[in-house]
């Protein structure tokens, strides 16, 4: 297997997990910063609001290091989407493609299901839900919780940060209800 080919496989947990996890203490040594990214809209909307709100009046330009790490991310994604996309359909256990299936998804080509992920699903109930109620949902618990699953899971955490370990106990027990319950019911509608 050359490179290329071995780039496209997904990459097992014991080699992902490490190169996330050395981030922190990378990003320790190297400039003493915490890991996060929900921090860089707060950090854009200082660069690109007026002043005069007090929760946007502090020296962002310190932070710009995280808009270059974010923008790094965007790009690298994109890249990578473009260059080594996988063409293969995501290999689901059958059960899960089954329960999908009948569901009214099918289409397992792509990270998400474009039977719900569409710029015309968003004017369906069942699109508007999941997309406008949920992303305001998600960026609602973030700025509530103090932060996103990564700065809190993977840098919270690592800094034995109680607060963390409450929000990252909150996400997962957020996310498996959701998952089991709440989902199977809005995929019925």
Known sequence: MNFIDWIKQPWPWYVA???????VPALLLIGNKAFGISSSLRHICAACLPANISFFKYDWKKEIWNLFFVAGIIIGALLITYFFANPNAVDLNPKL????????????HGLVPSELFNWHSVLTVKGFIFMIVGGLLVGFGTR??????????IMGLSNLQLPSLIATISFMTGGFIVANLIIPILLKL
Do not use: K, R, V
């Open 144 to 153: 509530y919780a103090g932060g996103c699953t990564s700065g809190h899971a």
């Open 17 to 23: 997990g490490p190169l996330i996890g050395l981030t």
């Open 97 to 108: 493609a089954g329960d999908l299936q009948s569901s009214g998804i099918s289409n397992f």
